[in-house]
């Protein structure tokens, strides 16, 4: 395992940090306890120790998750960060009720890296209103946060504009190969670095999706390379090539990336990659801006649709559709999803049943105009064989 020094103080931290936003899960959605613990246990044995969540994910058990599995000692092998959920804050006294009800949560007496939550530009100025800063003043005086920083997905002006506000040790923006000149992007890498700041890097994968499946005019690119590497090994190092970054985060959820992120984070040196590398990296990643129709990173911000749309999965399978090319087979993957088989529920998510309300716009990191985008899922997806397609669904896996 590499690692690299946080600028404002003494820390070492290991490139590579465990994310605990998609941890393995059982059938009916919650968290597998026993693989998700072994995992991440694994990771700290391995040099990992950086441990990265949040108060909302895996519909608030991940907190609870982590301070069991941080028992035994690997508590102490970790600096441990999460991040006050600045969407659910009224007041200033909510800050410190989120604080204390995540040290519970998590077991432990501080926080190492306490993030504000999500942060663009209307929600930092409520929040500056709100009192966030004498609110981060007072929990590192008194010892339930070490370091204060914030997670970011705005525009790279409002990012500016936040990382002069308050002297924060780091931040964690959304950065990979597709994702440049996206939000923060490289313009807000070098800015923050520049103050001093680490940068902790979150869906270096974008999501998983740079990863797999591969589409084959993408993975025909991969394989003009002269030394031979998996599209998930590419990506990262691409992130890790930049030295302004401290910690790539990943949502880890399987033991085989678990074991190869942590090889890959043996060997990623700054500016290891050669020219022609970052030239094969930059043909991957215009040719997925041809074939992705829909920037979603499945981070499911956007959930859940009053009107019960399936967001993210809508999306996924419209995006596999025009990669792959196979309309049937998408279609009928959609149909499978949303018929409820699975789930023994009626059917329901389908993008057709969209009121264009507008409440996940709001929501979306990407900043995607999903209602308009959903109709061309339905147009696309659904179609008058959709009932067809469902029962035939039905019969399939019904009695699974
Ligand atoms: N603060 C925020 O606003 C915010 C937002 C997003 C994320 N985060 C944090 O940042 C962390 C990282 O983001 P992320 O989870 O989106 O990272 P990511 O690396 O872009 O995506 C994770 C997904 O990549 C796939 N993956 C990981 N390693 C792989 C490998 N070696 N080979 C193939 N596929 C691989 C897995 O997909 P499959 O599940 O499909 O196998 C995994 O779920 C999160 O876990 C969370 O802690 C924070
Ligand atoms: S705009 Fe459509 S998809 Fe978005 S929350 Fe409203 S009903 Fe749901
Ligand atoms: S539509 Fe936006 S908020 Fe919803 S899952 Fe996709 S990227 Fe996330």
Avoid at 162 to 167: F, K, L, Q, S, T
Avoid at 244 to 266: C, P, R, Y
């Amino acid at each position: 395992m590499l690692y690299r020094q946080m600028p404002k103080n003494e820390d070492e931290l290991s490139i590579l940090g465990f994310g605990c936003m998609r941890l393995p899960v059982k059938e009916d959605g919650t968290i597998d306890e026993e693989r998700a613990r072994n995992q991440v246990r694994y990771a700290i044995d391995n040099g990992v120790n950086y441990v990265d969540t949040a108060w909302p994910y895996h519909m608030s058990a991940s907190e609870p998750f982590l301070g069991r599995a941080l028992a035994d000692g690997y508590r102490e092998k970790v600096k441990l960060a999460t991040k006050l959920p600045s969407w659910l804050l009224e007041s200033r006294e909510d800050m410190d009720k989120f604080l204390n009800a995540q040290l519970e949560r998590l077991k432990t007496d501080h926080i190492d890296y306490y993030l504000v939550h999500g942060l663009a530009g209307k929600v930092w100025d409520k929040l500056e209103a709100l009192g966030v800063t004498d609110f981060l003043d007072k929990a590192k005086a008194d010892g339930r946060i070490v370091n204060a920083g914030f997670s970011f997905h705005g525009s790279i002006e409002d990012f500016k504009r936040i990382v002069d506000a308050y002297p924060w040790t780091f931040c964690q923006i959304q950065y990979n190969f597709m994702d440049e000149k996206h939000q923060a992007g490289t313009e807000g890498l070098e800015y923050a670095a520049s103050k001093g700041m680490g940068v902790i890097i979150m869906e270096p994968l974008l999501g998983g999706n740079l990863a797999s499946p591969v589409p084959a005019e993408v993975e025909d690119i991969w394989n003009e390379a002269a030394v031979k590497r998996t599209p998930a090994e590419w990506a990262f190092r691409w992130v890790w090539n930049h030295p302004e970054v401290t910690v790539v985060l990943s949502g880890m959820n399987k033991e085989s990336q678990v074991e190869e992120n942590l090889k890959i984070a043996d060997e990623a040196y700054p500016n290891s990659l050669t020219e022609a590398e970052i030239q094969l990296i930059s043909r991957v990643e215009k040719k997925y801006c041809q074939l992705m129709k829909i920037g979603c990173t499945g981070c499911e911000y956007c959930m859940p649709c009053p009107s019960g749309v399936n967001i993210p999965e809508c999306f996924s399978i419209y995006n596999d559709l025009h990669m792959f090319g196979n309309l049937e087979g998408s279609r009928f993957t959609y149909a499978v999803s949303m018929s409820g088989v699975f789930t023994n529920t009626k059917p329901g998510g389908f993008a057709s049943q969209c009121i264009e309300c507008g409440q996940c716009m709001e929501k979306c990191p990407q900043g995607l105009k999903i209602p308009d985008l959903l109709k061309e899922v339905a147009e696309e997806l659904e179609g008058p064989d959709l009932e067809q397609r469902l029962a035939m669904a039905k019969q399939l896996f019904a009695n699974k």
